[in-house]
Every structure is written in C-alpha cells, then in structure tokens.
C-alpha cells in the first residue's frame, strides 16, 4: 500500500510542533510566508517519512493528512 | 372541574403543568419556596423534570439550556433571587429563547425582607441585566389571574422567543383563594426544529443549530438588536393588558395601581364612592408594554384633576404614569415599603388630600 | 506499514482562530473524532465556554450553544434534564470552569449529571490577554501576577481532577495532555471512554487536559510544550482520579 502525506500549506500556522515531533526529521519550516503570513511546514526530506502520522497526531490546526493511493506500478 | 382553594404559590405550580410545561428549575427563597416543595411532588406524578438549582444563577442558565434544546420550562424566585438570574435573562432574551419566570416579590433592596413589596417594578420592566432586552411582564392581582397568567405565558413566550416574567408578590404567593385552570389556556408547545438545539436527529436535519448570543461584528450585533426591538415593539402594539373600574363617571382624581395594591384602592374608590366622591382606578396588567395611552386619555377627562400613582415601592410605575399623562395632569406617587400594605383608609385619605387641592 | 490520516466529519472546514501551536486546536480534533467513530453526531450538544474556546462552535458540525462565562455545566445540567436522549459534551477553559463557574461544575459532578466535560487546563486566562487563573503556577508570571503568582496572597493552583474526585457520586474523572503525540493518544481514549460513559448513562465525566498556551506564555510551541512538561506535568499528575464501579 502506498501512501501519500500532504501539508496544506495555506492551513499551517508554522507552529513547528510537527517538526519537533517527527521520528525521522523529514518535516521543516519553509521561508516563504502563506497568504496568512505564517511560514508553513514542509517535507524536506520526503523520502525518509514513514507515514506514522506522528506529525499528523501533533498538528494542532489538522493541516496533515495522509492518504492511500494505488501503487504505481512500473511503466511499461 | 371546579374551582379549588389553593395557595398562591401551590397555583403557580399546578398553573404551569395545566399549561403545558413539565420542566422546572428553581432554587429555595421565601417567599416563594412552596412552588419547589408543591412540584417537587407534582413533576414526577405527571413525568416532568424537577431539579432544585446549586444558586439561582446556575438556575438561570439551566433555562437557557433546557429552552435552547427547545423544550418548555419555567421558574419561580423572589426578588434577590432574580437579581442573580439577571445575567442569564439577558442572555436568554440575546438568544431568543422563551422561558417564564415568576418573581414572588419581596421587600428590598439587599436582603430586605420577606413580605410584599412591589419594589421590582424597575428590575422587571426596565431590564435588570445588561443590554437592550425587554421582558414582557404580567402583574396578577388574584392567585386565580396569577394561574392564568402563568398559563398564558409560555404560548406568549413562543409568540415573541422571549423571556416572559409575571411580576407577584408575597401576598400573592402566600394567600389561599379558590382558583381553577381554565383548559382554553393549556397550549401545545411550538415548533422549534428552526432554531433549538434539538439534535440534527430530533429534526431530521442535516443543518446544525447554534443557540448564542455573541455577534463580535458592530452591524451584526446591531441587527440583532434591531430584531429584539422589532418584537419589544410588536408587544407594544398587540399585549397591553389593563382593568379599569370606576371610570365611566366623572371621577376628580385617577388612581393607577397593580397587583395586590390595586385591590387595595379598589375598595377605597368603593368606599369614597359611598360617600359621594367619584374616583377612577386604571389597573395596568401588563407593565411591559406599559398601557400609556389608556393612562393618558383616562387622565385626560375634563373632571380629573390629578393623577396618582399608588403601590408598594418608593416611587416606579410613577415615572411610567408621567411618561403617560404627558404633563396634561399633576402626577403624584403614594405608597408603602417593608411589607406593610397600605389599607384603604390611608389610600382615601391620601385621595382626599388631593382634592382638597393641597396639592 | 503507514496510516492514513484525515480530518474527522464532525470537524468544520473552517480554520481555527487559535494561535499556532495551541492545543485547542488538537483536543478540538480528540473530541471530533471520537463523536465519529461513536457515530453520534446527529444527537450530540456541545456548550462553548466563554474564553478562546468561545468559538468553538464555528469548528463542530454538531448543534451547540453558547455559555455564558463559567455556566457550561449548568446549562448541560438543563440540556441533559429535559433530552436525557441527547449527547451533551461542555468545552471549557480554566477561568471559566475553575474560577467563576467553580460552584456549577462542583454541582454537576456532586449530581452525577450525565454529561461529558472537557476542561482545558493551560494555566493563565487566554482570550483576555494572559491573565492569572486559578491553576497558574506559583511564581508563574501573568498579566495579573507580573512579579509570578504569589500563593501568599492568592494560595496555591486548583487541582480540580482531584478536587472533584473527592466528591462521593460515581464519576469518571482524569487528567490528561496533549502536549505530545504519546500524551495525545491517551488522551482521546480518555475522551472516548468518558462519551462511553455517557452514553451508557453511567455517571458524570470530566477530562481535564493540560494544554499550552505559547502566546501568553511568551514562548514559542516547541518551548511552551518544554515548559508545560518541566513545571505543569509534576504539580497536575496524570492518570484516572476516579472510575465509577
């Protein structure tokens, strides 16, 4: 099953509370503010998350999510 | 069924579960408390909820949760217990629920005492909380008008979505006369799915209700305000309520009087009458809406010469009865606190000083 | 192995007016959830307090009324008499419960009122701009304590977990957090046991729920999840106070 962990950048407050929580320092702080002026958090490092949701759980504003989506099977 | 001898205040009770409402909140204080011991037996007889309150503020808001949730309810106090309700009737008056409320009144102000007094006139008709509210306020002079207008005030409360306070007093509550429950006056409760906070279930509604009576935005709040007003005034039009006895003669002098005073001035305007002397009696029912223009046109006959203001307090309904009479007459207050009732000697006596145009 | 993750249904859309990093915001979502999954949305009302959780009803799908300041439980207590039927949570801070509605949440719990209470304890009155309440912390600086609160002339902070689980009336009472994922996932089993409870019409339930509050701590999140861990976590223990037989 493959997931897909999404930050919606217009709902975070930049708190960092996620950032300080993830197992595997994937989440960060961007340096472009969203329209409401805060700097939202982001996946720098992506490929290290293990959707555990522990970011997710901590969020205060439900600004995570992580999805199911269907395996992408190899081309060809 | 015929009439029974009941006390005042067991009337109160029984009035409101004949009415329709089986919900009663209330919290002990003399000289009312025989409501919450006559319906602590009576609620559970007829499966409605009785529960006596932790203080009488905590009873204010048990109101606004039960009328929220869009059920009937009602309470009874004295005076310094309403002080403590203020808060939440203004509250309840911002979140449009109809909930009743009888004030037993007592002798003030702070403790004061525990006798009639009619010294809540200004508490009840010109808003003892915060706020532009109104309450519609009705002012029995017998336990059997007590039944009734306790009865007639939950449909009235639907009617405007607004606190209605029936104004007794202690005479009224201790008393015994015979009393019946006319079942004209029993009413089914109004739909509330609109607005209470029922559960989406009880409605079958997908839309959630919001029962408040915060609006941060100006113009929002004032909307509101200009809504509450538009019923304030709706009353005004449509819920005067007055007696008048006496006034179809050339009376010199016009007593307006309410509640358990205006039996008292009754018998002295019979009395006078025996001995010659006509004198007229207004008896407002409702305080809020004041009945200003029976006032001034009763005011206003060519004999009458003065008007005065007679009841158990320093001086209240008086500044509304000036505000009627317009200056068109002399206006003049008499009366009597601590819970000594005025007899009707003292009142002709008082009515005959006038005429003798001491004044 | 992964989880999903996604906002619960009794959840608005709506983003909260709370500042960032406040835990409002987390035990809005505990609460939400749990009215999910106990699928009980279409009967349940909750009661706003008067605070920053005043609002908390633009963030509920559920009916709600609105509390006057400290009356909340009062008005379940009015909710839950006349529609025993109906599930009746209140929201309430630390001023509003502790401080002025002291008496009705007393009340309530000595009644054995069937409704759910979640108390948000963060230790300074937040709406108002930071002000003392009843559960800061000696020493701890507010508005209304700028030299730190001095239990000389204002006593100690409430516990009000323990002080209500001294009542005799079968109740379920805990204290929890949510200044952390471990603390969190306690949390809402708290939650959820104490709707059980309710629904089973079993007794009076209250959560109590150290939180944070960073901007009238003047901290950052991250620090006023430190702070609240080092000062607040030792004097407000965790753990089930009281579970009815």
Redesign the interface.
Known sequence: ?A?HHQIDA??C?????CV??CPKKVLEIATAVNTRG?FPAYQARPEDC?????C???????A?????VEEIRAAG | MGKILMKGNEAIGEAAIRAGCLNYFAYPITPQSEVAEYLAKRMPEVGGVFLQGESEVAVGYMLFGAAGAGERVFTTSSSPGISLMSEAISYIAAAQLPVVFVNIIRGGPGLGGILPSQGDYFQATKGGGHGDYRLLVLAPASVQETAEMVMMAFPLAEKYRNPVMILGDGLIGQMMEPVEFPDHLRTAPSDKNAWASNGMATRGSRQRNLVKSLFLDPEALNNQNLLLKSKYDRMRREEVRYETYNLDGDYRVLIVSYGTMSRVCRTAVDNLKAAGVEVGLLRPQTLFPFPLEAVREAAGRPACQAVISIEMSMGQMVEDVERAVCGIRPVHWYGKCGGDVPTPEEVMDVVRGLMAGGR | MGKTFSKPRSLTDQPTHYCPGCTHGVIHRLVAETIDELDIMERTVGIAPVGCAVLAYNYFNCDFQEAAHGRAPAMATGIKRVRPDLVVFTYQGDGDLASIGMGEIVHAANRGEKFTVIFVNNAVYGMTGGQMAPTTMPGQRTTTSPRGRNVEEVGMPIKVAELLAALETPAYITRQTVIDPKGIRKAKKAIRKAFEYQLAGRCFSLVEVVSTCPTNWGMTPVEAVAWARETLLPYYQLGEFKVPE
Do not use: H
């Open positions: 099953m997931y217009e709902r407050k930049g708190c960092g509370l300080a929580v805060y293990v959707f555990c949701a522990i997710a759980t901590m969020c205060p504003d439900v995570i999510t992580i999805t199911e």
